[in-house]
């Protein structure tokens, strides 16, 4: 679908100044520098251009914005003139209409930019092909020749043409270009002998002289050095950002393509290099005889040299500018020239040899450039006339006046065309016109051309007039026919308005140019008018052998004689110029209006005055009033419903009818008042842009819900589609799955179904394995059984020729081996004769488990035997008490581990030996079997007293220790028992039967070191005694004491630490005795 854009789409400030609101000079001014800001510098005004100069490169001319343009209506993109070149090729090559593009604006407003670009857009949006391309190419390429040649740098601009270029480009039907003619009007060839302060001659000198090789220079007899030729000025001989030497070959190229021999190129440089030289010539005076003064040529060197270049002879043209023939009716008079007159001559041949040059290079061109076919072709023309030129102090010349006058002629048919379009529009239409005023500078026309009393006429008139003729003459004549005419001044005038005005020199005029006020200096106009070629030195160059001279100069030809006046230069201009005009008025007009922002030729600057001056006198405001006076904007049905048809639920989305009926109901639907609009044949017509624009702000508000709308079914769409491609996707996926789930199934199933086929078949193979096992078997028995029976068989019948006691003899001699070498071995392992040698050799052979421990326990009896044996009947006798001790407190009394070791000595005292106890043991009378110190316990304290304890086979005795005096006896008889503790104490009782007469004491509370001994003796002798009863011995931590009348309980007690390792006893009360023993570690 073809996307619709308009203008109106992102505009900065307002694209078509007929849409600006209000309307005024600032708001236009301001408009336009908005725009030049953004670097928009196209503006429309309906459908004309104004371009505004950027001065520097702007990325809006790629093949891109071709493209983006080509093919497009003009106000459906942001202004261009791209949109004008195609408007303009469009309605040439689809409606048949010639076109011209109108191309205006001050010097260096660019004018020959502007015609440039339309060229190269409309040659690339033409057709293509060899052919094609090759046309194209030539009428590009003519334009670096002739702007080498006729473009010079001024101080308004580096670039500028100094000679109007009209150029016809023809098409086929098809719209293919077929060639092209090219007029030229006036160049201001003054320039070639002189130019103004900071500015140039025409730039092919320079690049002549900078570009060409040193073999070329050497031909035309050149030298590279500016400062040779007095033509050339040197204040700006080079010009920045321009490189002569670079443009040189790319004219030489462009020659080349437009179809220059190279005879030709090689004869344009030698007339250039003649124009160089021709300007080195210099004259002095010489008098004559005759008293008249006569000019020589100072120096022949540079003539000669040029007449080598052009092939002339050197002493005819050495007498052409030394002598005057005039003819006059059959009569020749020939007068010598002076000096000036000399020089007057040599700058009038180089004026006339470049600016014949030119044109010759025009027609050139123009052969190569026209159309082949004959057929009908329609037209494009492109008009760069040079810009309206003021000078400053009055400095305008002829030339300016000329330039000027062309400019007011193009400013006059905008004027009426713009009206006359912009009329017949409403009459095509069927809309009522209403007449606007605006400024019609026919007038300012009519003052310089009019043929009775215009100044060119004049001018003419003038320099045909016999009799004496100068500038002053003809500002006389000026003065006298002009002085009333509104746009004319003149100091000297019948109108005394300006006899005081100082600003008006008496030499110059002025006028009132639509563009401003000019002042001219009328000094030169006659002779420039006239343009005077002495015929002398016309025939010296047709005399010349050079083929191109010659052309240049057919009225040297003397056979062809011409005496008349050749036309004037103002005659020619006018003529060309009314040519030009009625040319154009045949054709469709386009307009580029070119605005200068700035004087100093740079970018981003914009002078709000100086562009103001341009507005104005190019008339803008009156063409955007004109434009605006009836309606301010116009459109075709089509694109009005198609932009706007959104606003109005009938036309949206679709209208079906014709686009007028459409546009009629969005209006009324509108409710736009009906004196806003008209309706058009083709188009409707809208009165203010304050309407366009309710349109426009409608039509954003309803982009934006529209805008809305789409993002919403986008993002159904969106959503839709992605639900979509989910579902899909859910479905490939499931099936995916299934087709895996399923394929896991089957597999599973496959699995199990081998896994039960494999048992299945296992347990089948099992049983016949198990059966084909069974048979084996049996098979097998039966052989064992047949083997066995066989075997019994045989056994039988051979029983009694077997030896059958072997066995049992094979077997007893081996038991008797195996135990010979089992008592041989034990023999000689046997262990120690200590009876507690617990070692024993391992036993060989189970079966001998008993006998090994039958062998060891009578091993050991011997071995104890054996040791016995060994003892006195003393030492058996201690060891029989050792025993019985152990038997009585062996784990019963913590004292007796203690006690083992310790021999039982018996006597401790030795008490026979010791005189002390002689008494004593006298007194016994019996065998004392122990004797021993006791301490014998108080009752009343606890402590104890020693005693002599001694032991007899009858009796205990107790003595005093010291005295030896014998304190109690008693018969072992009248013993009940003995108690003592179970712990480490020595501490014992000895307690006295009831009613014995040992009794009467009490019983005995003792300790001694060697309890264990005394104890075991006591009951040892008790119990040999046959006649006695055995005597009791008790082990109790407490047990009762009978101390005369009263029983005293003797306890005893784990003692406390800080009792150390000693025994002590304590009375606690009268019936309590506390023994405190250190605890058993
Ligand atoms: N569209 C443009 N883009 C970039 N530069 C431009 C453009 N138009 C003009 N210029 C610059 O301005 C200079 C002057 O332009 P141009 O020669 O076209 O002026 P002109 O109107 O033809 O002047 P004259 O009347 O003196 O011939 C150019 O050399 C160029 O540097
Ligand atoms: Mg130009």
Redesign the pocket.
């Known amino acids: 679908m073809e996307v619709k854009t308009s203008l109106l789409d992102n505009m900065i400030g307002v694209g078509d100044m007929v849409l600006l609101e209000p309307l005024t000079e600032d708001s236009f001014l301001e408009n336009l520098k908005k725009r030049f800001d953004h670097n928009e510098?196209y503006t429309y005004i309906g459908s004309v251009v104004i371009?505004l100069?950027?001065?520097?490169?702007?990325p809006i001319y790629t093949p891109d914005k071709v493209e983006e343009y080509r093919n497009r209506n003009f106000y459906e993109l942001s202004p261009h003139i791209y949109a004008l070149a195609d408007e303009a090729y469009r309605s040439l090559r689809d409606q048949d209409k010639d076109q011209c593009i109108l191309i205006t604006?001050?010097?260096?407003?660019?004018?020959?930019?502007?015609s440039k670009?339309v060229m190269s857009y409309v040659a690339a949006v033409c057709g293509k092909g060899q052919e094609v391309n090759k046309v194209k190419e030539q009428l590009l390429q003519s334009n670096p020749v002739l702007e080498a040649f006729g473009?010079a740098k001024?101080v308004?601009?580096?670039?500028?043409?100094r000679f109007g270029k009209y150029m016809d480009i023809e098409f086929d039907f098809k719209g293919d270009p077929l060639g092209g003619v090219i007029s030229n009007y006036l160049l201001e060839k003054s320039r070639v002998v002189k130019q103004p302060r900071g500015e140039r001659n025409f730039h092919i000198f320079y690049q002549l002289l900078s570009g060409a090789s040193d073999d070329t220079l050497k031909k035309l007899k050149l030298e590279r050095d500016f400062s040779k030729y007095n033509y050339l000025s040197l204040d700006s001989a080079t010009v920045s950002g321009l490189d002569d030497a670079a443009n040189f070959r790319t004219v030489r190229n462009a020659m080349q393509i437009v179809g220059f021999m190279e005879d030709e190129m090689q004869s344009v440089l030698e007339l250039v290099a003649a124009v160089l030289k021709l300007g080195n010539i210099e004259f002095k005076p010489e008098s004559r005889c005759n008293g008249m003064d006569e000019s020589r040529i100072k120096d022949k060197n540079d003539l000669k040299e040029m007449c080598e270049l052009l092939g002339i002879e050197q002493s005819v043209l050495e007498r052409a500018f030394s002598y005057r023939t005039v003819e006059a009716k059959m009569e020749k008079v020939s007068t010598t020239l002076n000096v000036a007159q000399a020089y007057y001559a040599r700058d009038a041949l180089a004026k006339n040899l470049y600016s014949r040059l030119f044109s010759w290079l025009v027609t050139r061109i123009n052969e190569s450039i026209k159309a082949q076919a004959k057929t009908r072709h329609k037209v494009m023309g492109v008009l760069?006339i040079?810009?309206f030129e003021i000078f400053e102090e009055g400095d305008n010349s002829f030339e300016q006046f000329i330039i000027n006058y062309c400019n007011e002629k193009l400013q006059q048919i905008f004027i009426e065309l713009t009206l006359r379009e912009e009329q017949e529009e409403y009459i095509r239409e069927g809309i009522e016109w209403t007449n606007i005023e605006y400024f019609n500078n026919a007038v300012i026309c009519g003052l310089i051309e009019n043929n009775q009393n215009g100044i060119l006429a004049m001018l003419d008139e003038e320099c045909l007039r016999p009799g004496t003729v100068t500038d002053e003459t003809f500002l006389d004549k000026l003065n006298t026919i002009c002085a009333d005419h509104q746009h004319f001044e003149s100091r000297l005038s019948k109108n005394s308005k300006f006899l005081n005005d100082h600003s008006l020199p008496h030499n110059c005029f002025r006028i009132q140019h639509y563009a401003g006020k000019v002042l001219y200096r009328v000094e030169g106009f006659v002779d420039k008018n006239n343009d005077l070629l002495y015929r002398d030195l016309s025939q010296a160059m047709y005399k010349a052998n050079h083929s191109l001279i010659k052309q240049l100069f057919p009225e040297g030809n003397p056979v062809k004689v011409n005496l008349k006046r050749p036309p004037t230069a103002g005659f020619q201009i006018k003529a060309s110029v009314g040519t030009l005009m009625s040319n154009l008025q045949t054709k469709n007009p386009n307009y580029i209006r070119?605005i200068k922002p700035n004087d100093k030729?740079a970018s981003h600057i914009f002078n709000e005055s100086l562009v103001c001056h341009q507005a104005r006198y190019l008339g803008l405001m009156e063409n955007v009033r004109v434009r605006r006076a009836g309606y301010a904007f116009r459109q075709a049905y089509e694109p009005c419903l198609e932009r706007y048809k959104m606003l109005c639920k009938n036309t949206w989305p679709h209208w079906k009818g014709p686009a007028r009926q459409g546009v009629e109901v969005l209006m009324t639907n509108l409710q736009v008042p009906a004196e806003e609009y008209s309706y058009g044949r083709s188009k409707i017509f809208i009165r203010n842009p304050r309407t366009l624009f309710f349109l426009e702000e409608k039509r954003k508000q309803c982009l934006e819900d529209l805008a809305t709308l789409i993002q919403k079914i986008y993002r159904g769409w969106k959503c839709r589609s992605h639900f979509l491609l989910l579902k899909k996707s859910q479905i490939v996926v499931a099936s995916w799955y299934r087709r895996y789930a399923q394929q896991k199934k089957y597999q599973k199933i496959k699995h199990s179904t081998t896994v039960v086929q494999s048992y299945t078949r296992g347990w089948q193979a099992r049983k016949l394995l198990r059966e084909l096992k069974y048979q084996k078997k049996c098979e097998e028995a039966v052989t064992t059984i047949a083997a066995f029976w066989h075997g019994t068989q045989v056994r039988r019948e051979y029983r009694k020729f077997f030896r059958a006691n072997a066995g049992k003899k094979i077997y007893n001699f081996t038991i008797q081996r195996i135990m010979q070498k089992y008592f041989l071995g034990l023999k000689s392992k046997l262990p120690s004769m200590s009876p507690i040698d617990k070692t024993w050799p391992a036993r060989p052979y189970s079966f001998l488990d008993g006998v090994h421990a039958e062998l060891r326990r009578i091993f050991h009896l011997w071995r104890c035997k054996k040791y016995r044996s060994q003892f006195t009947e003393e030492k058996k006798a201690v060891y029989e008490e050792k025993l019985e001790a152990s038997e009585l407190f062996k784990d019963k009394k913590a004292l007796y581990p203690s006690s083992v070791r310790q021999p039982f000595k018996g006597d401790y005292l030795e008490i026979s030996k010791n005189p002390k106890y002689q008494k004593l043991s006298s007194a016994v009378d019996e065998k004392i079997l122990l004797a021993d110190v006791v301490n014998k316990i108080n009752r009343a304290n606890g402590k104890g007293s020693p005693r002599l304890f001694l032991l007899t086979k009858k009796n205990v005795v107790l003595a005093d220790q010291k005295t030896g005096q014998l304190k109690a006896n008693v018969p072992l008889t009248d013993l009940a028992s003995v108690s003592t503790s179970s712990q480490t104490d020595g501490f014992f009782a000895l307690k006295l039967k009831e009613g014995s007469a040992s009794a009467i004491k009490g019983d005995f509370l003792l300790s001694s070191d060697h309890l264990i001994e005394m104890i075991t003796k006591l009951h040892r002798i008790s119990s040999m005694a046959a006649d006695r009863e055995k005597l009791n011995i008790d082990i109790l931590d407490e047990f009762l004491v009978q101390f005369k009348q009263d029983k005293v309980c003797v306890k005893f007690i784990q003692g406390s630490p800080k009792n150390g390792n000693s025994v002590s006893c304590k009375r606690k009360n009268n019936r309590l005795l506390e023994v405190s023993v250190p605890a058993s570690s």
Do not use: F, H, M, Q
């Open positions: 510098i371009s100069n950027p001065y520097r490169s702007l604006g001050e010097s260096g407003a660019g004018k020959t930019e502007a670009l473009n001024t308004r601009n580096d670039n500028s043409s760069d040079y810009g070119c030729k």
